[in-house]
């Protein structure tokens, strides 16, 4: 009996042209100049101190930059680099520089579940500030309201079986009764073996015969019957 549903963003809720072509060249071509004018915050101070703790060495602020965009360029999933690309995100979103794309299906049934009853939450390994920001932004306007909560690597890496048991402790309900949304079939995997159900996004991608998950095309496919629920 399916009580909540928990989404990914790329590749599920979210193209990954807008990420890869809009989010993350927007975050390389800001981070510098970002840093440089915030370099005393405090919260920027602390996010500098984890990228040390990351490398292993004390990094100067230009040695800090370097490695940051570095890590843009390897697609790296560091907790303090997403945490970083989230407060620029959001000065490209109040200038009106950004706009979150969503799929129109994936609005459509986000919508639909709210009201018929059904807790939503995000997990993606964006930040959960960037997250936020991405709903908050949309085309339609502020979407936020139909999320109970969201979950970034603070919880634990996306492929890892143990991050979804933390989802479920945080959620207060059985395994069974919660349903992920992914186009990744190893966070598919980790995520079935905590105990979750999944949902395979496929997308524009051909249905692969031998995943041990249910696949769809997009949101409009997906049928919750299947699973039964309130």
């Known amino acids: 009996m ?18 890869k072509d809009s989010l993350f060249p927007y975050a390389r071509a800001h981070i510098g100049e970002f840093l440089r004018e915030n370099a005393t915050n405090e919260t920027v101070q602390k996010l500098l101190a984890d990228v040390n703790v990351d490398v292993g060495i004390e990094l100067n602020l230009e040695q800090a930059i370097t490695q940051l965009i570095q890590w843009i360029d390897d697609d790296k999933k560091i907790t303090p680099l997403k945490s970083l690309q989230g407060l620029i995100w959001k000065s490209g979103y109040q200038r009106g520089e950004l706009t979150g794309h969503l799929y129109a299906d994936a609005i459509r049934n986000l919508q639909m579940w709210k009201a018929e009853g059904f807790d939503l939450y995000v997990y993606s390994s964006g930040s959960v500030y960037a997250q936020k920001l ?11 309201p139909l999320f109970s909560g969201y979950f970034d690597t603070h ?76």
């Open 2 to 19: 399916i009580k909540a549903i928990i989404t990914d963003i790329e590749g599920t809720t979210s193209s990954l042209s807008f990420v």
């Open 134 to 144: 991405l709903f908050s932004y949309t085309e339609v306007g502020d979407l936020t």
């Open 155 to 230: 919880i634990g890496g996306k492929q890892d079986s143990s991050s979804y048991e933390n989802i479920v402790a945080h959620i207060g309900l059985p395994a069974e009764q919660l349903l992920f949304l992914s186009d990744i079939e190893a966070e598919l995997n980790a995520a079935q073996t905590a105990g979750l159900q999944t949902i395979w996004l496929m997308r524009d991608d051909a249905p692969q015969a031998e995943a041990s998950h249910w696949q769809v095309c997009d949101f409009d496919a997906i049928e919750l019957e299947r699973f039964g629920y309130e």
